[in-house]
């Protein structure tokens, strides 16, 4: 007996009111379209899956890219907070003297602990900085002491002390300096720590005012270069403008007290002189560039050229 069951051609055929193009289907098996329909129905859920599937992905990269954004901004907060931290509990170094190579060390030590002297009698930021170079001049430098103490509102000033010439009497005068807070650093490449080799002056250097034809016969290390002027490299002469340079990228990329401070720092030498009112008129000076000078990004507080008329002159500001 058959087991395949027939069925008349008139009642197997009925029009199926969701067909695109409105076919008749036969109710007999036909393998290739139940093929068809399950491929087209796997086609359709794959697609919906591919598209489920780039928007979990795109979710999930914006997901990761928020979560390290968010996690290194914590890492540099907490880096700031770290390098103040180890700044405001720097130990103070003990300079060595004896020895070249003790003193090189010295100043690598002390530039990197940064110890802030009068810090605990004086935590607040500071309002203004003001950097001095030092060199080997200590009677100037002693004047100038004087009269920061005497300006009003230093003690909410930052003076940051770089030296050049490194000696015990210069280092106990600023030690001795109680109305303020004090950072010294030390310019590591002075002709004190490299007396016969560059950047001090070496046995092969020309000397400055030797021509360049002699200098060429005598092979001297620098012979082809010397100066506009027709003069050669005198380190004690160069070694300020390198200790100028290296003085303005160690303050404002290397010192950790000073990690996000927008002010002003205030550039002088050891033969300054500031007048007690110094801080209020750097004020004034700052309110006259908000209003007539946006564009502005260097003022300077005084000149070398002589001035008759000073107390006519001495409250205003241009």
């Known amino acids: 007996m058959r087991s395949d069951v027939r069925v008349s051609p008139e009642r197997s055929r009925w029009k199926c009111p969701d067909c695109v193009h409105n076919r008749r289907v036969t109710a007999a098996y036909d393998p290739q379209l139940l093929i068809s329909i399950v491929l087209l129905a796997v086609k359709m859920r794959l697609r919906l899956l591919k598209k489920n599937f780039i928007a979990f992905l795109v979710i999930l990269i914006v997901f990761i890219m928020l979560f390290y954004t968010i996690r290194r901004i914590k890492s540099e907060a907490n880096v700031e907070v770290t390098e103040k931290e180890v700044s405001q509990t720097a130990i ?12 090189r060390k ?7 602990h940064q110890f802030i002297q009068n810090r605990d009698k004086f935590p607040l930021d500071p309002e203004v900085v003001v950097v001095v ?10 004047m100038l002491i004087q009269s920061l103490e005497k300006v009003t509102g230093i003690q909410n000033t930052l003076v940051i002390f770089s030296h050049d010439y490194f000696s015990e009497e210069i280092s106990g005068m600023v030690k001795g300096i109680t109305f303020c807070r004090v950072l010294q650093i030390y310019f590591p490449y002075g002709i004190q720590l490299y007396p016969n080799e560059f950047p001090g002056q070496g046995p092969q250097d ?15 290390s620098n012979a082809e270069h010397p100066d506009s002027y027709g003069h ?4 004690s002469v160069t070694q300020t403008k390198h200790h100028w340079w290296w003085k303005l990228h160690f303050v404002f990329e290397r010192v950790r007290v000073l990690l996000g401070y927008k002010g002003f ?7 300054n002189y500031l007048l007690p009112d110094f801080h209020e008129y750097f004020k004034s000076m700052i309110e006259l560039r908000k209003a007539k000078c946006g564009d502005c990004d260097v003022l300077t507080v005084g000149n070398h050229d002589g001035l008759s008329g000073f107390h006519e002159f001495s409250s205003k500001t241009e």
Do not use: W
């Open 92 to 103: 103070m170094v003990k300079f060595d003297y004896e020895t070249i190579e003790n003193m």
């Open 106 to 112: 010295s100043v690598y030590d002390s530039n990197y």
């Open 133 to 142: 170079q030092v060199h080997n001049r200590p009677a100037y430098l002693k």
């Open 206 to 220: 020309c000397p400055r005012d030797i021509s360049k034809e002699d200098a060429i016969k005598k092979g001297c």
């Open 232 to 235: 050669y490299r005198e380190a």
């Open 265 to 271: 720092v205030v550039f002088i030498e050891e033969d």
